[in-house]
Structure formats: structure tokens, C-alpha cells
């Protein structure tokens, strides 16, 4: 059930940068556990980047301070909403763990290990917690955990994941004239703010590995009760969307999972464009056990809308009783109390991390790559 008592004081929440996507800041802000109180980012940060920051303070009555340290020194915070470009991710969180705040942060955790050991240190040090945003309490996540933990598979064998966005991600593979320059991959970004498409903003170019990984690598992680990965063997191209193959980042990857105690894992993900698939794209976990196995569709349950003289982008398919964010959410306040453990700490983040780091790196050398796991 979820908690909507309020006579607890709410905890006080900065949102540290809000340049990548806002629903995490907004699933925070929705959760009667919480107030955002300032938003706040450092002052050298580019333009775009005060713009976006700026609009959505403005947008929640609270201010917009253009100094992270400030922000700390002057709100009397208890937590952080930490939401910039991936690669500050773990930046702006050990600033707050340093000074003594829980984190919620935006996925991927980092792009770089050294970057996730530090943050671990700091979370361990000043002992804080951390949440890591994903999706693992969707209605048909939760649903086949309870499968699983209740022995109805029995032991678990193998578990495979589809992952492919029916997404775009600007122009189609081919479409560069001869002698164009390469897309520029935040000018991309940038770009694509409008839509939705921009989750590797920022001024590292990321594939969709690196981007969307952690979501289908947290649900093994979660079913196969933390069994960690110790040896991956991928293969990545950029078959669909010219910025990636600009970027020499995968837009299209399969990945195979060596794990812990005995688990066969496997993954396809793919950011596979608008006109491959009528829904957001195929999302679905097949699990096998010794006793059973079972096919889980992501999107389900789900309601299919059309109408005279729908608009030709409207959003056909609509999710329903779907309350990941705010469970998310809740998980966060309840972490702060101590009555529960994040489902996705900075340490299990970390190691997905370095599942990603070792896949991205297989699908170069075309060999299997071990897991640097903590």
C-alpha cells in the first residue's frame, strides 16, 4: 500500500541541475514525503543549460540558484534530485554525499567506474543513501518478482531481455550527404529535447547501451536476485540512426551474460526508430526455471486509443496502472528511514556499469570481457 501520511515532516529536496529529463525531479515532487525547496547548478555551465534549469524553477515557485555549494550552505537540505548530463551524474552526487545528503539520481549511474567508486565511497563515508532511477517496480516487474521469489519458476536457469525503443534518433543511417560533417552529438541532443529523445545528452557520445542498459540489466539483476555478471560477449553496430554511427556509439546490441550460480543471461536492446513497432517498441523478459518459465511484457497492462482525426504522433498505446515513479519514490523516503534498502543502489548501479563498460568493450574487440564487479 502505498504511504500517503503526511504527518511526518517532509524531507527537503534540492534538484541538483535538471538539464537531462525532469521526471525524476517530478516523481520526487509529486511524493507528499518530499518538498522541492531551490534548484541548483554551478555557474559555468553553458546557456541552454541555465535555460532548462531555470524554466523548471520558475516553474515550481522555488528558486534557481546558480551555485551547487550555496544551495547547500543556504537551504537546509535533507536530500538531493540529481538529474545533469551523464557524465556530472556522480560529480554533483558525491558533492552531496560529501556534505552529508540523500541521493536520487538519474540513470546511467556514470560512464566511468573510477567515477562510481569514488561516489561509493563518499555514499559509504558519510553514510547516506542513494536510489539509482529505473524501472524495476513497473506493474509487470513486480509481478513477475513475486513469481519468482515465490518458487513458481523454481530455480532459475536462464533470463533473456528485449529491450528495443521504437524511438527515433534524428536522421537515418545514410542520410549524410558526401562531405557533410558528422553530426555533432550534443548539437543532436539539443535538438531532440523536444521529443523526448535526448537521453545521452550531454558532451559524451553514448549508445544506447550506455543509455538504456541499466533498465533491462536492473530487471536481471532484481529476478535473478543480484546473481552478479562475470563474463559478457556482445555484439554492437549502429544499423539505424546516422548520429550514432557519427558518434561510433551502438544504436543496436546483443549481449550474453555469464553469471552466478549457474544463470544464462541475455540481452537485445536497440533504439530501432518510430516505424519498427506500433507500441514504445518490444519490451519483454523470458525466464526460465527447473520447474517453469514465464514471458513478461514491460508495457503491459496497457489501453490501445483511437479516435476520429487523431493527431498522427499522438501516443496510441497508454500504460495503466502504472505507478513506478511514485513507488520509486516511496522506496527513497522509506530507504531514508531505514525500513527499507533502495532497489537500486549506487553499488548495484556501479556494477551494471561495468557490465555495460565490458559489453561496449567486447563489441569492439569481438571477444568475451570480464566484469570489473565491487
Known amino acids: 500500500m502505498m504511504n500517503t501520511d503526511r504527518s511526518s515532516k517532509p524531507f527537503k529536496v534540492g534538484v541538483f541541475s535538471v538539464v537531462k529529463h525532469c521526471y525524476l525531479p517530478r516523481a520526487i515532487a509529486a511524493h507528499p514525503r518530499f518538498d522541492l525547496c531551490c534548484v541548483a547548478d554551478d555557474d559555468n555551465r553553458p546557456h541552454w543549460a541555465h535555460d532548462r534549469n531555470a524554466l523548471f524553477a520558475e516553474e515550481f515557485g522555488i528558486p534557481y540558484l546558480r551555485d551547487v555549494d550555496a544551495a547547500i550552505k543556504s537551504h537546509n537540505l535533507d536530500a538531493v534530485a540529481v ?106 541532443q539539443l535538438d531532440a529535447h523536444a521529443d523526448g529523445s535526448d537521453g545521452g545528452v550531454g558532451t559524451e557520445a553514448m549508445g544506447e547501451l550506455q543509455v538504456e542498459g541499466i533498465y533491462p540489466l536492473a530487471y536481471i539483476r532484481m529476478l535473478s536476485r543480484e546473481a552478479r555478471v562475470n563474463r559478457v560477449f556482445a555484439r554492437t553496430t549502429a544499423l539505424f540512426h546516422q548520429a550514432h554511427a557519427d558518434n561510433g556509439v551502438d544504436d543496436l546490441a546483443s549481449v550474453t551474460l555469464e553469471m552466478e550460480n549457474g544463470v544464462t543471461g541475455s540481452l537485445c536492446i536497440g533504439r530501432i526508430g518510430a516505424a519498427s ?98
Open 83 to 188: 538529474s545533469p548530463e551523464a557524465e556530472r551524474h556522480c560529480e554533483l552526487a558525491i558533492r552531496a554525499a560529501e556534505a552529508g545528503l540523500h541521493i536520487v539520481v538519474d540513470k546511467p549511474l556514470s560512464t566511468r567506474l573510477e567515477d562510481c567508486d569514488r561516489l561509493i565511497d563518499a555514499i559509504e563515508s558519510n553514510n547516506v543513501t542513494c536510489l539509482v532511477w529505473n524501472r524495476n517496480l513497473l506493474p509487470a516487474l513486480i509481478q513477475a518478482r513475486t513469481a519468482v521469489k515465490d518458487g513458481r519458476l523454481g530455480n532459475l536457469r536462464s533470463i533473456h531481455c528485449d529491450f528495443y525503443f521504437s524511438k527515433d534518433a534524428g536522421p537515418p543511417l545514410g542520410s549524410r550527404a558526401k562531405g557533410d560533417p558528422p553530426i555533432d552529438w550534443l548539437e543532436r
Open 277 to 374: 513497432h506500433p507500441d514504445i517498441g518490444e519490451i519483454k523478459l523470458h525466464l526460465v526455471g527447473d520447474k517453469g518459465s514465464m514471458v513478461v511484457s514491460e508495457a503491459r497492462p496497457e489501453v490501445s486509443i483511437h479516435y476520429r482525426d487523431q493527431p498522427d504522433l499522438e501516443f496510441r498505446n497508454r500504460r495503466v496502472a502504472d505507478f513506478n515513479n511514485y513507488l520509486l519514490a516511496e522506496n527513497f523516503a522509506c530507504a531514508i528511514d531505514g525500513s527499507e534498502e533502495p532497489i537500486l543502489d549506487a553499488r548495484g548501479a556501479r556494477n551494471i556499469c561495468a557490465t555495460v563498460l565490458a559489453a561496449v568493450e567486447s563489441g569492439k574487440a569481438g571477444k568475451a570481457i570480464s566484469v570489473d564487479n565491487r
